[in-house]
């Protein structure tokens, strides 16, 4: 992706350990070495993965590490930065970046990929709802958007309508992107799960949404749809707030 777009690529990977209330409890000078331990070797195991894909040829490609929170670590580096990739894996010994409550501190768009990530993005799904917040994720997938076969915008139950929908697709056919626009009903299911039902079936493999939370006063909060994004982790989204 940094190749097709002319971008240069900054590799981030800080390293911390899980917060556990008995461990904070029990804590002594050899648990603390011993998480200090295990986090170097965390990030000596990503940079060695880092040098196996680079190899020798590094241009455009930086690469920064450290003992510490992700979240902050990552926040800070994205307020200079176009998008955050991240992957959908399971946290083991380290903490894994929260990509939501990234997006929303930062303000930076991010795009999470699922499981079974494809090459490319010929089909993509857009969770339209008449919010700032899906709003200005449609605008920061653009780029994407304008490369993709075919983009579906997408509705679900009766917090959008179809004339909404249609306006919308016909704005991002004005922007050079092949959109269509669609109108589901809603299930017993959440919005999330209606979502990613209607990608099964119609093949997308690349969902843009806007995510929200509850609360002004914590970015901690988010709102349910957005809780529920980031329990799907076969899926690749992207995410703005």
């Known amino acids: 992706m940094a190749g097709e777009f002319g971008a240069d690529l900054s590799v981030v990977s800080y390293a911390w350990p899980p917060f556990s209330i008995r461990e904070a409890l029990v804590l002594n000078a050899f648990s603390v070495q011993e998480q200090t331990q295990a986090m170097e070797d965390a990030l000596t195991a990503a940079r060695n993965a880092f040098d196996n894909v680079f190899g020798a040829d590094r241009k455009g490609v930086g690469w920064c590490s450290g003992i510490g929170d992700p979240n902050k670590a990552m926040c800070d580096h994205l307020l200079t930065a176009d998008l955050l990739i991240t992957s959908s894996s399971d946290a083991d010994a380290c903490v894994l970046p929260n990509p939501a409550e990234l997006a929303i501190r930062s303000g930076a768009p991010v795009l999470r990929l699922g499981r079974q990530s494809p090459k490319g993005f010929g089909h993509v799904l857009v969770a339209w709802k008449d919010c700032a917040q899906a709003r200005r994720a449609v ?103």
Not at 152 to 176: P, Q, W, Y
Not at 188 to 203: F, N
Not at 209 to 214: P, R, V
Not at 222 to 232: A, C, D, H
Request: proline residues 2%; glycine residues 6%.
């Open 139 to 241: 605008h920061d997938a653009l780029p994407l958007l304008q490369r993709a076969e075919r983009v579906t915008i997408i509705g679900v139950g009766d917090e959008v309508f179809s004339d909404r929908l249609e306006a919308m697709a016909e704005h991002l056919c004005r922007h050079k992107v092949k959109a269509c626009h669609r109108h589901i009903s809603r299930s017993e299911e959440a919005v999330c799960a209606d979502l990613l039902a209607h990608a099964e079936r119609e093949g997308a493999n690349l969902i843009v949404a806007g995510i929200s939370y509850h609360s002004p006063l914590t970015d901690r909060i988010l709102g349910g749809v957005t809780r529920e994004i980031l329990k799907s982790r076969d899926m690749t989204w992207f995410l703005a707030q």
